[in-house]
């Protein structure tokens, strides 16, 4: 970036002459986050091998963010769905905060929908009146879980607890004590019951009070062998980088006892828009599980999303161990039960995540295809059974139920590459390059005129006025009828065409090293000067049958222009190549 001097010279800009300046926002207001003194941290070395284990609180956490609140019937849309997925661990609901919830946690235990190998799990706060309801809802439950939370951070126990770090610590193990009191109580033999812990407001608790509340906790529950407590510590609301959130775990994976028999579970949101980096650094510090709703559903900013960590996995070649096979139907059933929609550019499921609109960005994605195609053929196998490497595509879009129709589509940013995929994806035509180049042109100039976007069937649409005529869209001076051709002994060929010459029935003869210069010369015959400059063909499909697309690059009267002919004779295809580039030139 230059600007004028008064010479007229250009002066290149320095960093000086654009540095930002200071805004009258408040700043004094917020304070930074504290970091956490962790000089031999390993988490930067380490990477997710597997996928950890994964609760889903979308019928939770996911819920009670919604301005409309599930129903009944949607509730169940949501816990079936999930469970297809394949989630073991499930947060059902909060069924002290009402008889909605009571009753949905009571009608899939009664109605048998739960699968013995899943666990539900439902919240309550350290009350013992809603302890007791929270328990009396899991009767007859096969694998439950109580999942008990108070707040822990200072700004709560000074403004909304007004209590001592002692107090605070107390409501976490009076809490246990009475979960599982009544665990005792009102649960028989035939429900395998679990806890879970949260310090809630992690983020902003004093690292060495949130250990001695887990730690206090602990030792009311008891964990051993066979015994796991699930401690989860909540980025309540995200405060601080993803990497300060990764020391924070590593702090408390280290320093918790018990830490064989402790599954430490990650529950972040999405407040400074880093949930999903929190979540994976957490993992590589030492986190065991994590949870999250589909599609980032929750309170304010959202819960971390499910589908985009466990679709990282996948793209880095790691068993997600959920099915997102069919993202589509997941996504259609969340909007549904959420009445919520997801955003198009939505990680792995928006409608335009596999959709490239840039020229340069779609003639990679047509060549990706083209040599993973040709790499499969090489290697003897599918394009399946090889590694997958399409430019700005992560993942096969196939992997996950959408179609290679809508990966690329055309605007007035679109180049040669996306309408020459469109066209060979959707009617087998391979377009030379600079035919490619002279067709966008084409295209690119209807939607500068119009605007928006440029289907597939109004590119074909496109296509065919410009180089196909048919009866039904007749245009051009000339209308090929029939052929033959004949070969002297020197190798000479004649050929005579029967064609409409403007309108008039004609009949032109020529001889030339071939048909295509035969013809050449007897167009000569009408007036028409046209020199072959390039020229290709392939077919259209496989068998006797099959049809030969031709293309014909000629000079006619000075002009350079492109023809097309489609036909199941390879010569007759290619004369009406000519008779197309002819046409055009006279349009």
């Not at 002692?166 to 979960?179: N, P």
Request: aromatic residues 8%; charged residues 25%; hydrophobic residues 40%.
């Amino acid at each position: 970036m230059t600007t004028p001097n008064r010479v007229g010279r250009a002066t290149p800009v320095t960093a000086a002459t654009v540095a930002q300046r200071p805004t009258a926002m408040p700043i004094h207001k917020y304070g930074r986050y504290e970091q956490v003194d962790i000089p031999d941290r390993t988490w930067p070395d380490a990477r997710i091998t597997k996928a950890p284990r994964w609760l889903s609180t979308d019928l939770r956490d996911g819920n009670q963010a919604l301005i409309d609140p599930m129903s009944p019937a949607r509730k169940r849309e949501m816990f079936d769905l999930l469970v297809r997925m394949g989630y073991k661990e499930i947060e059902v609901g909060f069924p002290s905060s009402g008889q909605t919830d009571f009753d949905f946690v009571r009608s899939i235990i009664e109605q048998d929908a739960i699968p013995e190998d899943v666990t539900i799990s439902v919240l309550t706060q350290a009350r013992e009146e809603l302890i007791e309801r929270t328990v009396e809802s899991l009767r007859g439950a096969h694998r439950a879980t109580v999942h008990l939370y108070n707040a822990t951070a200072p700004v709560f126990r000074r403004v909304v607890f007004r209590g001592t770090r002692e107090q605070v610590r107390q409501i976490a193990v009076d809490g246990t004590r009475l979960v599982m009191e009544y665990a005792d109580k009102l649960l028989t033999d035939e429900t395998i019951f679990g806890y879970q812990y949260s310090p809630e407001i992690f983020t902003d608790t004093e690292l060495d009070f949130a250990l001695e509340v887990c730690e206090g906790v602990m030792d009311v529950w008891q964990p051993e062998e066979g015994r796991e407590i699930i401690l989860n510590l909540p980025a309540t609301v995200e405060r601080s980088t993803p990497s300060t959130h990764a020391d924070r775990f590593e702090w408390m994976s280290r320093h918790l006892s018990r830490r064989e028999y402790v599954c430490l579970s990650v529950h972040p949101h999405n407040d400074r828009g880093t949930a999903v980096a929190a979540a994976e650094l957490a993992l590589m510090a030492g986190a065991d599980r994590i949870e999250g709703c589909l599609f980032g559903q929750g309170e304010r900013t959202g819960n971390v999303d499910l589908v985009t960590l466990g679709m990282n996995l996948f793209s880095q070649g790691i068993d997600p161990q959920i099915d997102f096979s069919e993202i589509d139907e997941i996504r259609r059933t969340a909007e549904y039960c959420n009445q919520m929609e997801v955003h198009p550019r939505h990680p792995y499921a928006g409608d335009l995540v596999y959709t490239s609109f840039s020229g340069s960005h779609q003639d990679a994605i047509k060549k990706g295809f083209e040599a993973m195609a040709a790499d499969a053929a090489a290697a003897g196998k599918t394009v399946d059974e090889i590694p997958w490497a399409v430019p700005y595509l992560p993942i096969d879009p196939k992997d996950v139920g959408r179609s290679y129709e809508a990966v690329i589509r055309v605007n007035s940013q679109s180049g040669k590459g996306g309408i020459a995929y469109v066209l060979k994806n959707e009617h087998k035509l391979d377009l030379p390059r600079r035919m490619q180049i002279e067709f966008s042109r084409i295209i690119q100039a209807k939607t500068d005129t119009e605007g928006g976007e440029v289907t597939p069937a109004q590119i074909w649409s496109v296509f065919r006025d410009e180089y196909l005529p048919t009866p039904d869209n007749a245009w051009g001076r000339i209308v090929l009828r029939s052929a033959q051709t004949s070969t002297s002994s020197d190798g000479t060929d004649a050929l005579t065409v029967e064609a409409e010459v403007d309108g008039v029935a004609t009949t032109l003869t020529g001889t030339g090293n071939g048909p295509i210069s035969a013809f050449f010369d007897a167009l000569a015959g009408i007036g028409v000067d046209a020199r072959l400059l390039d020229y290709s063909e392939h077919t259209l499909s496989e068998g006797a049958s099959a049809q030969a697309a031709s293309y014909i690059e000629c000079a006619i009267d000075g002009r350079v222009m492109w023809g097309i002919g489609i036909d199941p004779n390879t010569t007759r295809a290619s004369l009406q190549a000519v008779v197309s580039a002819v046409n055009r030139a006279a349009r």
